[in-house]
């Protein structure tokens, strides 16, 4: 599998500029674009389908979905229509949710790794043209057949983090969305984890008919991006895409690192996030975004493809979307 760069669409992109944004990532020749669905803002599915009817080329992923709100089967009928529709254009990304909005919409499971990776198996397995009759503690069918035969089956991806969440996107999906900040150290503990899953013996939730397709794992890595000429700008933009950083559900993402006891010091002393943004050392920046010049931009897309990400999806910040999607195609070999 060939090394890609993809985009990410902001979630809260003004409608008017969707098409176009979408249009202008497929002219620039980024590999592809990621629609997100974050609560409250858009619908994973709709985006993905206005973004694919735009445009000729580009690949569009969606990541993520929340499995705790979806049916499984209807999250397969979802996915097989834009396969059928855009023929080896998609990629689908199923999580299991922030926990806060989960839970504000009352949809918080009991156990999360069980309800995903059972998500995840009768998706995969209606999409691959399998009939399915489970009864899992979280997902059941009887009988269960998508009407559809499709020419490219859709990858299902798993966009997860931490260690018990990475096993099952390595035991269940097609590949792991990783999201933002993905540094090379992250990548390889995320990596490690993947792969421990994989290895994983045996299944105990009743799925053990649906096995794995055979094939390569995807390791999509989301970052922030800024890329301007002079990279103390491009610093100075990045920070405030990056305040939100320091919370505990992206500790996962900071332990790691050899900075990670001082990260975490300091987030402790800020009173805001955005004094805590204010006060991170220059370095920490560049090793928490792609950010900078085009070249040393580049040279971190590639540091990062080595480490073992197979995409590479940049998160436009600092200022206008548009504006911002066309210097970041500055780093398109």
Known sequence: ???????????????????????????????????????????GF??????????????????ILPAAVRNASFTAIESGTLAELFPGRVTVGVGHGMPVWTRQVGAY?????????EHLDVTRALLRGETVTVSGRYVSADAVALNATLERVPPVLAGVRGVKSLAVSGRHADGTIL????????????????????????????????????GEHQVVAY????????AAEARLAARSALEWIGEPDWLAHISPLPFADDFVA????????????????????????????PESARRRIDQLHEAGATSVVLIPAG???????????RLLK
């Open 109 to 117: 499971p009991a156990s999360i790794l069980t309800m995903l990776a």
């Open 179 to 214: 999201a933002e900040p993905v540094t090379p150290e992250y990548l390889a503990a995320a990596i490690a984890a993947i792969d421990a899953g994989r290895e994983a013996p045996g299944d105990a939730r009743g799925f053990a008919a649906l096995e794995r397709v055979p």
């Open 46 to 63: 709709s985006q993905a389908a206005v973004a694919l009817a735009a445009t000729p080329r580009i690949h569009v992923g969606i990541g």
């Open 223 to 230: 970052n922030i991006a800024v890329v301007r000429d002079d």
């Open 319 to 329: 200022g206008d979307p548009l504006a911002e999607l066309y210097s970041l195609a």
């Open 1 to 43: 599998m060939s090394p890609s760069v993809g985009v990410l669409l902001p979630r809260d992109i003004p409608a008017g500029d969707f098409v176009p944004f979408a249009r202008a990532a497929d002219e620039a020749g980024f590999d592809a674009l990621w629609v997100v669905e974050d609560c409250f803002y858009r619908g």
């Open 266 to 293: 300091l987030r402790a002393a800020s009173p805001t996030r955005a004094e805590f943004a204010a006060s991170m050392p220059d370095e920490w920046i560049d090793q928490l975004a792609i950010v900078g010049t």
